[in-house]
C-alpha cells in the first residue's frame, strides 16, 4: 500500500514526441556576407538629414491643425496649417521645407515651409544683388520713410527717396503696384535688403542722356519743361536731361527772382549756350532768343533827351533807372541836387520808384548812359546873391548835424552850414545836438556867399545884438553875484550867472569858508576873477567872495554900514532878476540892454554929482 502511494505522488515525465523547431520551418540562415549586404539595402531606404537645410518631401496627411509629411526619415515631420493659409494644399503635394530640428522635446520631426521659402527668397535677393539683376516686386504697405515690397516672397525696403527720381509725397498712390527694382543694399546679418525703383529710372535717363547731348550744338533751340525753381534760376527737362536756365539769362531786364517770370511745369523754347561732356552740364538761355533792348533802343533817346524809368538798383555811388527791360541808366549822386550837401542814395532812392531824368551822356556801343535829376532845373546859384542876400534873415529845415555844426536847408538845393560858434551868444555846447534836432526848422541869418565853391555861411546868434558889451558893464572883474553850481567835474565847475551866462570855476575857487567844497545845484556868491571880452570867457571864485570880506580894512563904522547896505542892495537885486529868469532866451538881451541904459544913467548922474561936489570945494 504505501508502496502504491509512492508511485503515485512521482511527477510524470516529458512529452518527448513536442517539435521544438516547428517555428523554424520557413526559417532561412544567411552567411555573414549575405546579412552585411542586406542591412546596407536596407539602410538605403532612410534619407540621411540635417539641420538648417532644404529638402522636399510628401504631404501623406492633414489635419485641421497640421500637415504631415514625409522626408524620409524615420519619423515623419509636422508643419502647422498657418504655413499654408496663401496657398491650398493636398495629399500627395511635393514641396520643400526647412529642417529646423531633427527632434524636438517631444521627438518629433520640426520642418518650416515658411523659412524654406524665405531662405530661397534671400538667395535669389542676394544673387540678384550680385548681378545687379532687375527683380519684380509687389509693394505692400506704407512705412515710415517708404514703402514694404515683397520680394520672392520676402519683405524688403523701398525709401521713399528711392521711388522716383522726383520727389514723391503720396506713397500711398504706390501700394497694391507691381513694379520692377534693382536690390542696392543687403545685410547678411539681419538678412535685410533695400530696393530702388529710382535707380531704374535713372539708368534709362542716363542713356537718354548721353543720346541727347550727343546731339546738342551751341545756339540750339530746344523744348523743355520747368521742373524746379530755385533763387539762382531754372531747371529745365529738355527730355531726358536736365539744363540749368541762369538767373541773369532769363530776362534782359533785372529781375530778384526767377518766380517773377517764370512757374513751375511752364513749356518754353530754351537756347544751349554750353555744355560739357564729361560733367553732363548743359547751360541754357531764355532772353537770347530776343534781340538786345540796346540794339533795338529808339534813335530819338539823344543827350539832352528827358526820359521815365523806375528804380532797379542802389548803390553808394548812385542809382540805376531802367527806361525798358535791359537798358539802364546811372544817376550819380552828384546829379541828385544842386546843393553841395552830401546825399545818401539809399536813402534818397527806393527800388521800383519812377523818376523823370535827363540824359548827360549816351555810348550805344557800350550800352551806358548817365542821368541827371537836377539838370531838370534851374541853378539856384545863378541867383543866390539875389535870392538870399547877406545879412537876411531866412527859415530853414535841419537836415543834418555834425560835431562842428548844423546844416540848413533854406530851399531845394540851397543850404548852408550854422559853425557851432555861431548857434549862442552867451552858451557854449559840447555837440550841436543839445540845441537842435534833425527836422527842426530853424531861422538864420546869411553871414557869407561863396558862390564859386557852392557854400553859404550861416550864424543863429546874429538874430540879436552880441550881449558881451553889456556883460562886461554887468559882470566887471571884482563884482560879486548869486550863481549857482550846475556841473562839476575833478577840475571844476560850471557857473550859472544871472541871464543864463555860464562862468567857469576851478576846483580851488570852490572852497566854503568852514573848508568845504560847494556842491552841485548850491546856490552861492561868486566873484568875477576874469572877464575875457574876445574868447567870451569869464573866470569865478566862490573863495575869493568870502576871502575879500575877511580882507577888506575895517574903516568907520559908517563906512561898514555904507558897504553892507550896497552889498545887500546888489544881492537883492541879482535875485530878484534870477527869479524872473526861469530860462535862457535871446529876448534877454531886451532886459540886459535895458539895464545897461539905466547903469549909463545913473554913472551919469553919479559924475555929475561928483562934480559938483568938487566945483563946491573949489569955492
Known amino acids: 500500500m504505501i508502496q502504491e502511494q509512492e508511485q503515485i505522488k512521482k511527477p510524470a515525465p516529458a512529452h518527448d514526441d513536442f517539435d521544438w523547431t516547428a517555428d523554424k520551418r520557413d526559417l532561412v540562415i544567411y552567411d555573414q556576407s549575405t546579412r552585411e549586404k542586406l542591412t546596407e539595402s536596407y539602410d538605403k531606404t532612410f534619407t540621411d538629414i540635417t539641420e538648417n537645410v532644404i529638402i522636399k518631401g510628401t504631404v501623406v496627411a492633414i489635419t485641421p491643425t497640421d500637415v504631415v509629411l514625409n522626408i524620409g526619415f524615420k519619423s515623419d515631420g509636422l508643419i502647422s496649417m498657418n504655413e499654408f493659409k496663401d496657398e491650398p494644399i493636398k495629399i500627395g503635394d511635393i514641396i520643400e521645407v526647412y529642417v529646423m530640428k531633427k527632434e524636438d522635446l517631444n521627438g518629433q520631426l520640426q520642418l518650416s515651409r515658411k523659412n524654406a521659402r524665405l531662405m530661397k527668397a534671400w538667395d535669389a535677393i542676394v544673387d540678384a544683388f550680385t548681378t545687379e539683376k532687375i527683380v519684380q516686386g509687389l509693394v505692400t504697405s506704407k512705412t515710415k520713410g517708404g514703402l514694404i515690397v515683397d520680394l520672392f516672397g520676402m519683405e524688403t525696403f523701398l525709401p521713399g527717396s528711392q521711388i522716383d527720381v522726383k520727389p514723391i509725397t503720396d506713397y500711398d498712390q504706390f501700394v497694391g503696384k507691381a513694379m520692377d ?58 527730355g531726358g536731361v536736365d539744363g540749368l536756365l541762369y538767373i541773369t539769362d532769363i530776362s534782359w531786364g533785372r529781375i530778384n527772382h526767377p518766380t517773377e517770370v517764370l512757374h513751375l511745369n511752364q513749356h518754353l523754347n530754351v537756347v544751349v549756350l554750353e555744355f560739357d561732356d564729361e560733367k553732363k552740364r548743359i547751360s541754357l538761355g531764355l532772353k537770347q532768343l530776343t534781340p538786345h533792348p540796346w540794339d533795338v533802343l529808339t534813335e530819338t533817346i539823344q543827350i539832352g533827351s528827358v526820359v521815365k524809368g523806375k528804380i532797379v538798383n542802389v548803390e553808394d555811388y548812385g542809382a540805376f533807372l531802367e527806361l525798358t527791360p535791359g537798358v539802364e541808366g546811372l544817376i550819380h549822386i552828384s546829379e ?33 548812359m548817365s542821368l541827371s535829376l537836377k539838370q531838370l532845373s534851374q541853378d539856384p546859384w545863378n541867383e543866390i546873391t539875389e535870392t538870399y542876400p547877406i545879412s537876411s534873415r531866412h527859415t530853414g529845415l535841419v537836415k543834418n548835424i ?36 534833425v527836422g527842426s526848422e530853424l531861422t538864420v541869418v546869411i553871414l557869407d556867399i561863396d558862390k564859386e565853391n557852392r557854400k553859404l555861411s550861416l550864424g543863429h546868434k546874429q538874430l540879436e545884438e552880441d550881449p558881451w558889451d ?85 574903516g568907520t563904522a559908517d563906512d561898514k554900514k555904507k558897504k553892507t547896505t550896497e552889498r545887500k542892495s546888489t544881492r537883492k537885486t541879482v535875485q530878484e532878476v534870477n527869479l524872473k529868469m526861469e530860462k535862457t532866451t535871446l529876448g534877454d538881451l531886451d532886459v540886459l540892454s535895458d539895464l545897461k541904459e539905466k547903469m549909463n544913467k545913473k554913472s551919469a548922474k553919479a559924475e555929475k554929482a561928483e562934480k559938483t561936489e568938487e566945483m563946491k570945494d573949489e569955492e
Do not use: C
Open 336 to 368: 541828385v541836387s544842386w546843393s553841395n550837401q552830401p546825399i545818401n542814395s539809399r536813402e534818397h532812392f527806393k527800388v521800383g520808384a519812377e523818376f523823370d531824368a535827363k540824359v548827360m551822356t549816351i555810348d550805344r556801343a557800350e550800352r551806358k
Open 470 to 554: 553889456t556883460f562886461a558893464t554887468l559882470f566887471p572883474v571884482g563884482s560879486v553875484h548869486e550863481a549857482t553850481l550846475i556841473h562839476l567835474d575833478d577840475k571844476g565847475g560850471v557857473v550859472l550867472l544871472p541871464y543864463g551866462l555860464e562862468a567857469y570855476s576851478p576846483k580851488r575857487h570852490l572852497k566854503k569858508e568852514d573848508g568845504t567844497f560847494v556842491k552841485a545845484d548850491e546856490k552861492l556868491p561868486f566873484k568875477v576873477i576874469e572877464f575875457d571880452r574876445g574868447d567870451k570867457k569869464i573866470l569865478v571864485s566862490h573863495t575869493k567872495s568870502h576871502e575879500v570880506s575877511a580882507a577888506e580894512p575895517e
Open 181 to 238: 527694382f534693382k536690390v542696392v543694399k543687403i545685410n547678411e546679418t539681419i538678412k535685410n535688403a533695400v530696393v530702388s525703383h529710382k535707380a531704374l529710372i535713372e539708368s534709362d535717363l542716363e542713356l537718354q542722356r548721353a543720346e541727347i547731348i550727343s546731339k546738342l550744338e551751341k545756339g540750339q533751340v530746344l523744348e523743355g519743361t520747368i521742373k524746379n525753381i530755385t533763387d539762382f534760376g531754372a531747371f529745365i527737362d529738355l
Open 402 to 437: 555834425t560835431p562842428f555844426g548844423v546844416f540848413v536847408e533854406l530851399s531845394d538845393g540851397i543850404g548852408g552850414m550854422i559853425h557851432i560858434s555861431d548857434l549862442s551868444w552867451t552858451k557854449r555846447y559840447n555837440h550841436p545836438n543839445e540845441f537842435t534836432k
